[in-house]
């Protein structure tokens, strides 16, 4: 945490440097691409609720709501709330249901993810399992640092994974017609190309948008490289998200990946720019995010309407 701290700190100090115009640009692309994404999933939930009604407003106001708590919220937090959401605005959904059109989702954004980072394996810049223990984020470091406590974790996991079979296989048929239902638009190529995947291939053509503009707006080169392999990064700080945003295990990510891909570049300069956008893309997605929660809801206390509205089909 202590590197984190001493992180933003510098970010502070070289505040004075960041251009406003790039970084205006960037925060804008990416609030852009947060409509792509959830144009992809409102197509993938209409697929499987062919007669009701899904409305693309009540779609982007449930996930740019998940991302604004995910912004705070370890663990993927927000995305119980986008689930919450979405299954209040579809009358009949179930969660089952709408978890399975995530995980439509998460096909291509996997396979893209794996494209970059097999790249950046290429140009031998990706930190070693034992160097990724020594990275100065604090996602990772306990792992090496407690192995006690890591194997207690991975016995709650292993007690947790055994009692989530066991009710599985309890509900086998009921659940497996509710995932057939969510994955449904993956039966229909034409339409998952032209409805999911074409939005979230614009959603990642926008990532790689906003992160040039950043990258211009710290002062580091604009490059297709550069832009690559802060794409990376993002997406291994993801892989546990133990801290809110990731931030920390995404900052030491780039440091280590630039100041071996870019010796040049001068540490404050790669700590600033790290910091400073995660810290950026954290305002923007909270602000955003619970902006759309209060304009759902009401107010932001969601658990109240859960208790008020007993959830239909479970």
């Not at 927000?78 to 299954?87: K, M, T």
């Not at 930190?127 to 996602?139: E, H, K, W």
């Amino acid at each position: 945490m202590g590197q984190v701290l001493d992180a933003v700190g510098v970010f502070f100090e070289q505040l004075a440097a960041v251009q406003l115009g790039p970084l205006f640009f960037a925060v804008c692309v990416h609030l852009l691409k947060t409509f792509c994404t959830s144009r992809a999933w409102r197509n993938a939930i209409a697929a499987a609720y062919p007669d009701d009604p899904v409305r693309q407003r009540s779609i982007y106001g449930a996930y740019v709501s998940g991302v604004g708590v995910n912004a705070l919220v370890p663990a993927r937090g927000g995305d119980a709330v986008r689930l919450y959401l979405a299954h209040r605005s579809i009358e009949g959904a179930t969660y089952t249901t709408l978890a399975a059109t995530l995980f439509v989702l998460s096909l291509f954004d996997m396979a893209m993810g794996a494209v970059i980072f097999v790249y950046a394996l290429t140009l031998g810049v990706m930190p070693s399992p034992g160097a990724v223990l020594d990275l100065p984020g604090f996602d990772f470091r306990w792992i090496g640092k407690s192995p006690e406590l890591a194997i207690a974790l991975g016995f709650a996991l292993l007690v947790a994974g055994v009692f989530g079979i066991a009710w599985l296989r309890f509900r086998a048929r009921d659940l497996k017609a509710r995932l057939a239902q969510g994955i449904v638009v993956l039966h229909d190529r034409p339409r998952y190309l032209t409805s999911v995947v074409t939005w979230q291939a614009a959603d990642w053509g926008l990532r790689f948008v906003s992160i040039w503009f950043f990258l211009g707006a710290f002062g580091i080169e604009q490059s297709v490289r550069n832009v690559l392999l802060v794409q990376v990064t993002q997406s291994l700080a993801t892989l546990v998200p133990v801290s809110p945003g990731g931030i920390g295990t995404e900052q030491a990510f780039i440091v280590y990946v630039f100041s071996r891909a870019e010796p040049f570049v001068a540490g404050a300069r790669l700590l600033a720019f790290s910091v400073g956008m995660k810290l950026t893309l954290i305002a923007v997605n909270v602000v955003a995010g619970f902006t759309a929660l209060f304009l759902m809801l009401g107010h932001v206390r969601w658990r109240e309407h859960s208790a008020e509205r007993p959830a239909p089909g479970g």
